[in-house]
């Protein structure tokens, strides 16, 4: 039986939720509003990892699941190199960024044990039954 019986009691998506939540924060109340790729970019991959959590949940099956928290775990890569683009442009301060650039790491990291968990465990989801 799965541990979880919708992605939003995953604590990783709940984490990458709220770094989300964060991103657009600056989006709204910085200058980075107007460097529109970089908006953009972060906007996309910020909202990727949760996404791409989301998504292989709802494929029924740790094999796919793992396989989309690899994605997620990649675009919080992606968020935390944004991150230093968007400090060196100075958009945010050193402080605003080490808080934000902790915050992605733990995604990452929590993503990371999720996939450990999952390939460890015999349970193959649903959709092999």
């Known amino acids: 039986m799965s541990t979880w019986k919708s992605f939003e009691e995953i604590e990783a998506w709940q984490l990458a939720r709220e770094f989300s939540k964060d991103i657009y924060g600056l989006m709204e109340n910085t200058s980075l509003k107007n460097d529109y790729k970089l908006k ?12 791409n959590i989301s998504e292989g949940f709802e494929r029924n099956g740790n094999k796919e699941f793992i396989q989309f928290l690899f994605i997620a775990k990649a675009s ?11 400090v060196d442009r100075n958009y945010i301060s050193q402080e605003e960024f080490q808080v934000l650039r902790e915050k992605v790491l733990l995604v990452s990291k929590k993503i990371q044990a999720l996939i450990n968990y999952l390939g460890n465990s015999d349970y193959k989801g649903p959709k092999y039954k």
């Open 76 to 86: 919080a890569g992606e968020s935390r190199s944004q991150l230093y683009r968007i």
């Open 40 to 51: 953009d970019q972060i906007n996309g991959s910020s909202g990727s990892i949760m996404d």
